[in-house]
Structures are given as structure tokens and as C-alpha cells.
């Protein structure tokens, strides 16, 4: 019986093949998606769950509690130290300092070769080693990273820098100042961790590289290089870690406003939670989870649209398997077996069209899912588990709809429409296709029109024709101030500035100053920003008060943005002019002789900071040049050659300031792909269904469109038959779509403190886009039965 189900199935899929085509299309592309979005959710889940004792290892970070909660991945570079030393909560503590794109020089014989290293270098304690799963290969673990200037690599670094040469024995420099002896090789280290360093040097060696981050007494602030994990004795409760830390806050912190809480971070949270610069929120991958459910609804609906329409066709089929003894399960397990080889179809070109697109995926996400993935167990299971769900939920309703005809209404063709689930059920099915689809055009229209309100918004300084050029390491006020000197000769330099970052950037120097001669600390974290008297014209910020900056190499004076103005309640700028500040521990001081207009000093997440400006050279990082861009080529090349001529033994690099902010919305940037890719999938299985439905209700109303052209109907009124009842229930759907796409868009908002409404005109893009594709859908079919022959229509009857 089986066997014969499969045979009739075979011929009847392929006497009917366009609609089986139609069928498979849809039902790959949403199969297609479903898998891509399982990779993608199930690479994100396997991050750093393969270490053992995962579920007892913890990274210590900070909650910062001053006017509101702050939250850093740091923590005061001694706590890990004394926490091992005082109390017996861990089996392992281990402190890492990671520094950003290091440039290390590899000397052999004569010849030089220099690296940035993209994915930076670590300085760990050797316990770091016990608490993460990454197999040595080579070196000997009892002495690992025991001793000052020793370090391990891995596999690829030891390729990159010695060839096929054994890298153990061999030294290398960091940023020119640091040699370090390579002791042992890692193994490569996979994709599905959040720790990319490909070099580890011994911790002992971080007090030669950076004094401040190695001392015992560095309590006084936090840089987010400085990480410490710990993994607990099996019986401690992290509560118990938690509450005895804060025995170091009283002891070493007692006067700070800004009041630390060290909590502990389980090891599965690390990735995901973005307070702490986690990469990829839960909440992504509930989004990407529910496209990827609706996609499989849209796919399914569209089969069961199709099926429905199509069982009028087999009515006298049915009619005579039943005169003949076939019972209801019969023709259902018939249509089931059909459905399932649609589905087998349907998964083999959905696994081969996402083995395909993985490469584009990988690129889009910034993913390293290999193409092994597709035969992992759970995948397969997924596969399974997918193609049965999907053949019972497209199937099922069909199969009972042709299990329930009358054989004698079957025979006499007297099965109508009504007979077969009717309009009204196809109508149903129709309006929750466009529904999702609409509430995804909805989304991804929001998303763009805050892209653009974030990129084209006035952020209070000018970010464009600004390149960013990084000091040498090297560098001292002297050079500093020569180079400045020889790049303000360069045709095409506007203006240059010296300072640690531009307006906007995720790097801050956060800082409690004390205000007006106070004893007190002011109770809100303020923003450090170095730069000489050049900042403000270069940036193009707007003084509303006072002056701008003496030239000067040392702290003497100080301007603030309006928001600092605002929190010490100075609503006129011209009020806080002259008053007193002390920062950083009281080392710099000067009054205030100016007040510039609120700039956006982050992304459109977060709230304008307190900014101070003042001219400190010692935390000077970059020079910040303004070029005209009808001389970019050559401005560059100056400024290089000039770069290179005095750093000779560095890399030179720069980037352009607006690439920069660009990247505060790279997240922002994936989403908006995402949700294009997956709408334009989503409107395409639904044309691909109401093409069908279209043209199943032509030849149904071959006879009606006949009768109507031998009474004078014109070509647009035959149209309007097929159009108003399209248009009705893309209406309906619309309807159902538009506050369930408001709600969620209007949430996702919620994330950013500056963000745009969600007006109506965002709603009427969302329809008229619809119905323009929906009418470019139906128009061609629907033409097609318009000019055709009314007579060979009526004798066709």
C-alpha cells in the first residue's frame, strides 16, 4: 500500500508540474532560511561551552553605582590577586590585561618584519590556562608563563611569524619596547569563542609594559583591558564571592562617589549580554528565532493555499477511489505521501541553497560557521524534526479537505469551491501571508528611517573630511609638536588638532572631579577629553559661553559641555564661568573659561555625558586632521610620508573619523540586512502563492470572464475582478500587521535614547509597497484571462 501511494504520488507531481515547481520553491526558500537561522542561533549558543567546569567559571565585573548604574567588563587590576590571597571561595583565579592591535617586530638576520596584530595580545596569569579548554601543542605546562618575558602564540600566529620553523626559543618584540621569548604554541583557538588573542605573555611582564595595571594600589579606577575569571569549589554560592568583595571597596575606596559592586558574571552570559560589551544580545536571536518561524508559517500556508486550490481539479479522482472502497485514510495517507516527496525535494534544495549562501552569511554576521555544520547531529535531527513538522502542517488540512468529498457530488463534478475549504479559508491563509510580510517591511522601514535619523542628524561637531591618525609610540611633546608643525604645511590640511579621541568614540577617560573647591566629589561620572586649544575649531564645536583653550601643554583651564552645566544646575552657561575643577585625584586643576553646545560624544544609545575638555598631553593619542577632499590622494600620501620619515620602525595607519562613528551601529547595520534579506524571501513566497491562486481563479472563471466580454466588459473592469478581492485582504492584512509591527519596532526603540517616531508615513510605504507588488503579481495572470478569445472560452464550456 505504500509502495502504491509513492507511485500514484510520483505521477501525479509530475502531471502537474508547475504547481509542484511553485510548491518547492516556496517551501525551499523558508526550509533554506530556517536552517541558516539554526546555524547561526546554534553557533551563538555553543560560545565557551566547551571548557570544563563551565558552569562553575565566572568573570568578575563591575556595577558602577553613582546618579545612575554603570557597567564595565573590569575590575581594579589587584582585586583578582587579593581575592585569591584572602579567601579560599576559588579554585582557580586568573587575571587578563588585553591590549588592542599591538605592533610586534620580528628580527631575523638583516631582515625586519613588522605586524599589527588585529586580535591583540594578552597578558595572562597561568591559571588563565586551567580555567580555558585551549590545548598546549608545545611547551611544558608546569612552567607555563611562569617567568618575565615569555610568551606563548598559536598555531597561526607561529605560521605568520617563524614558517614552518620551530617558533619555541624564538623572541619577538611588542610595540618596541617589550622582547618576549616564545616558550610553547596553542593550538588555534575556535571559532565559537569570545577570547581571539593569538598571543599570551606572561603576566609578571605586564609591570615593564604597564606599570599602573600591575601594581597592588591601583585601586582607584577601572580600564577595560584589566579582566579577572575565577572558578568556584563546587559548594560556593557566587552571592558568597559577591559579598565578601565588598570588603575591598570599604577598605580601599571609602570616600568614592562612585560606589562599586563587584558581581559575578556566569561564563554563559558573556556573549550575550551587552551591558558588559557582550557582542550578541538573547534578544537577536528571539528575533532571528521568530523570522525564522514565520518564514516556515508563510512557506507553509502557501502550500496549503495551493493544495486547496488544486484538489478541485482531482474531485473525480477522489469520487472514484471511493466508489471503488477507498476510505477517508486512504485518500489522506495518498495526499500525505505526496506532500512528503515535496517536502524531500523541497529539504534537498534547501540544505544545498544554505550550503551555498553560507559564505554570504558568514559575511553578513561575521560568523565563522564551517560547512561541516550541515552534517553535525543536531543540525540533522533539526532537518528531521523540520521536514515531519512541515509535511503534517502543509499536508494535513489538504488531505483532509479531498478525504472529505462525496463520491456522487465528485463524480457528477459537482464539488464547488465550498467543497474544497472556499474562499473564505484561502482568504485566511492569504491574509496571514501578507500579515508577516508586512510586519516585516514594517521593521525593516523603521530601521532604516533611524539609521539614517542617527547618520544624517547634526551630532554637534563635524565629523566629515576628519582623519584620525594615532601618535607613535614614541612620540613626546617635542616630535609631537614638530610633526604637527610639518603636517599643517601640507597643501589640502585645513586644520589639525592634538588629542585622545575625536568628539565621538567608544574610548572615554571617565573621571569624578570635585567642583568649585569642594571636598566632595560631584555624585555623576564626567568624560575626560584631552586636546590642545585646535579641538574645538577643528571639530567645529559651538562655544555658548566664555572662550575656548589657551595653548598649552599642561592642565591650566578647563571647558565643559552644557550637559556638565546642566547636572550642577546651571541652566545659563554664562553662570559657570570661572568656577573651580579638580580631577583625577586632584592632579588637575583649573577653572572654567568656556561652555560648548551639547555634542553627541557616543551613539545614539546613550545620553549625552558631562564633558570637560582641558590640555593634557600626556593622554594625548591622535592627531585629528581636517583635509579638503578634492586633494584626499595626495594629502594622505604627504601626511605618510611625513608619519613614516619619523617612526621609521612603526606601521602607519589612519582612519577617516565618520567610518569610525559608523561603527557605532554595525549591530544596527546586520539587522537591517537581515530583515531586508528575509522580507524580500517573505513577499516572494507570498507572490509565489497568489500567482498561484491567481491563476487557478482564471481557469475558474473562464466561463464568468467569457459571458462579461461579449457584454462590452473592458480589459481594467475583467482586472478589478481579480484585483478588489486582493485588495481586500491585503487591507485586512495590513490591519492585523500594523500595531503587532508598531509594538515590536516601537520596543526595539527603546534601546536608543535618541530615536525617531513611528509616524504614518511609515505605514502608508508599508502598503503601497505591498499592494504594488501584490498588484504586479496578480496583473499578469489576471491580463492574460482578459485578452483572451471569449469564444474559444465559452466553447471550451
Known amino acids: 500500500m505504500l509502495k502504491n501511494y509513492f507511485h500514484i504520488a510520483l505521477r501525479n507531481l509530475r502531471r502537474n508540474s508547475a504547481y509542484v515547481t511553485v510548491n518547492i520553491m516556496g517551501l525551499s526558500l523558508g526550509i533554506a532560511c530556517a536552517l541558516i537561522i539554526f546555524s547561526v542561533i546554534r553557533f551563538h549558543l555553543s560560545f565557551d561551552n566547551f571548557h570544563a567546569g563551565s558552569e562553575r567559571t565566572y568573570r568578575i565585573v563591575t556595577e558602577m553605582h553613582r546618579d545612575d548604574i554603570g557597567y564595565s567588563p573590569a575590575v581594579p587590576p589587584p582585586l583578582g590577586k587579593f581575592l585569591r590571597n584572602d579567601y579560599a571561595f576559588s579554585e582557580r583565579i586568573a587575571r587578563i590585561a588585553t591590549f588592542d592591535e599591538p605592533l610586534i617586530t620580528i628580527k631575523k638576520d638583516e631582515q625586519i618584519r613588522k605586524f599589527k596584530e588585529t586580535d591583540g595580545l594578552a597578558f595572562v596569569e597561568s591559571e588563565y590556562f586551567q580555567i580555558f579548554n585551549y590545548p598546549l601543542l608545545k ?29 619555541v626559543g624564538k623572541t619577538f618584540t ?16 575556535p571559532a565559537n569563542t569570545d577570547r581571539r588573542a593569538g598571543i599570551y605573555a606572561s603576566y609578571i611582564s605586564l609591570k615593564t609594559f604597564d606599570e599602573w595595571l600591575y601594581r597592588d594600589e591601583s585601586w582607584g579606577g577601572l580600564r577595560d583591558a584589566l579582566q579577572c575569571y575565577i572558578q568556584l569549589k563546587p559548594s560556593v554560592d557566587p552571592k558568597q564571592v559577591e559579598a565578601a568583595a565588598t570588603a575591598y571597596v570599604r577598605k580601599f575606596r571609602p570616600n568614592s562617589k562612585n560606589v562599586h559592586h563587584y558581581k559575578l558574571q556566569p561564563s554563559s552570559e558573556i556573549h550575550f549580554d551587552s551591558r558588559y560589551d557582550g557582542p550578541m544580545e538573547k534578544r537577536n536571536l528571539w528575533i532571528l528565532a521568530i523570522i525564522g518561524l514565520f518564514l516556515i508559517i508563510t512557506a507553509c500556508v502557501n502550500f496549503i493555499n495551493l493544495a486547496t486550490a488544486q484538489a478541485l481539479k482531482r474531485s473525480r479522482e477522489v469520487g472514484v477511489r471511493k466508489v471503488l472502497g477507498g476510505m477517508k485514510s486512504q485518500v489522506f495517507w495518498q495526499f500525505i505521501s505526496e506532500t512528503v516527496l ?30 561541516s555544520t550541515f552534517i553535525n547531529l543536531n543540525l540533522i535531527l533539526f532537518v528531521v524534526i523540520l521536514g515531519i513538522v512541515v509535511a503534517f502542517l502543509a499536508g494535513s488540512y489538504p488531505g483532509l479537505v479531498l478525504a472529505r468529498f462525496q463520491p456522487v457530488h465528485a463524480l457528477k463534478g459537482k ?11 484561502r482568504r485566511t491563509l492569504v491574509i496571514t501571508q501578507f500579515a508577516i510580510s508586512q510586519i516585516l517591511i514594517i521593521g525593516m522601514i ?46 589640502g590640511v585645513e586644520n589639525i588638532s592634538l588629542c585622545f579621541m575625536a568628539p565621538a568614540s567608544d574610548n572615554s577617560w571617565g573621571n569624578f572631579v570635585k567642583f568649585n573647591n569642594s571636598s566632595e566629589e560631584v555624585n555623576f561620572r564626567t568624560s575626560i577629553k584631552s586636546a590642545d586649544d585646535q579641538y574645538i575649531p577643528t571639530f567645529g564645536l559651538q562655544i555658548v559661553a566664555g572662550r575656548n583653550l589657551l595653548p598649552s601643554d599642561t592642565v591650566k583651564e578647563y571647558v565643559v559641555n552644557e550637559a556638565f552645566a546642566r547636572k550642577l544646575q546651571f541652566n545659563d552657561p554664562e553662570k559657570i564661568i570661572g568656577k573651580h575643577i579638580s580631577a583625577n585625584g586632584g592632579n588637575l586643576n583649573g577653572p572654567i573659561v568656556g561652555v560648548v553646545k551639547d555634542f553627541h560624544d557616543q551613539s545614539f544609545h546613550d545620553e549625552i555625558t558631562p564633558i570637560v ?23 594622505l600620501a604627504g601626511i605618510e610620508k611625513i608619519w613614516s620619515s619619523n617612526h621609521p620602525d612603526q606601521i602607519y595607519e589612519y582612519q577617516f573619523l565618520d567610518e569610525n562613528i559608523a561603527k557605532f551601529y554595525a549591530t544596527e547595520e546586520v539587522m537591517l540586512k ?7 524571501i517573505a513577499i516572494f513566497i507570498s507572490c509565489l502563492g497568489l500567482f498561484g491562486l491567481v491563476k487557478f481563479m482564471a481557469a475558474q472563471k473562464t466561463r464568468e470572464i467569457g459571458i462579461r466580454k461579449i457584454l462590452g466588459s473592458s480589459i481594467s473592469q475583467i482586472i478589478w475582478i481579480f484585483g478588489k478581492e486582493f485588495a481586500k485582504l491585503i487591507l485586512i492584512a495590513f490591519v492585523i ?38 498588484f504586479l503579481t496578480v496583473c499578469y495572470q489576471a491580463v492574460r484571462a482578459a485578452l483572451a478569445n471569449p469564444v474559444m472560452s465559452l466553447r471550451s464550456e
Open 139 to 167: 611547551g611544558n605546562k608546569v612552567e607555563l608563563l611562569q617567568q618575565p618575558n615569555t610568551a606563548i602564540i598559536t598555531e597561526q600566529i607561529a605560521r605568520k611569524y617563524f614558517g614552518n620553523e620551530n617558533p
Open 174 to 189: 611588542l610595540d618596541n619596547k617589550l622582547e618576549l621569548q616564545v616558550t610553547g604554541v596553542l593550538k588555534d583557538l
Open 342 to 371: 515535496i517536502t524531500l525535494l523541497a529539504m534537498l534544495v534547501a540544505i544545498t541553497l544554505a550550503y551555498t549562501l553560507l559564505p554570504f552569511v558568514n559575511n553578513l554576521f561575521q560568523t565563522e560557521i564551517p560547512g
Open 415 to 425: 464539488i464547488s469551491q465550498q467543497n474544497v475549504g472556499g474562499f473564505n479559508t
Open 446 to 491: 523603521v530601521i532604516i528611517y533611524q539609521m539614517q535619523f542617527a547618520k544624517e542628524s547634526d551630532l554637534g561637531f563635524k565629523k566629515d573630511a576628519v582623519v584620525m591618525i594615532p601618535l607613535g609610540a614614541d612620540s613626546t611633546g617635542t616630535k609631537m609638536n614638530s610633526i604637527r608643525n610639518e603636517f599643517q604645511k601640507l597643501q
Open 613 to 635: 575638555i582641558t590640555t593634557f598631553k600626556n593622554d594625548y593619542s591622535n592627531y585629528a586632521i581636517r583635509i579638503n577632499l578634492k586633494q584626499t590622494k595626495t594629502t
Open 674 to 680: 537581515l530583515i531586508q534579506t528575509f522580507s524580500i
Open 737 to 774: 500587521a500594523a500595531p503587532i509591527a508598531w509594538w515590536l519596532m516601537n520596543n526595539w526603540l527603546q534601546d536608543f535614547k535618541y530615536r525617531i517616531n513611528i509616524g504614518a508615513s511609515i505605514f502608508l510605504i508599508a502598503i503601497a509597497g505591498t499592494f504594488l507588488i501584490a
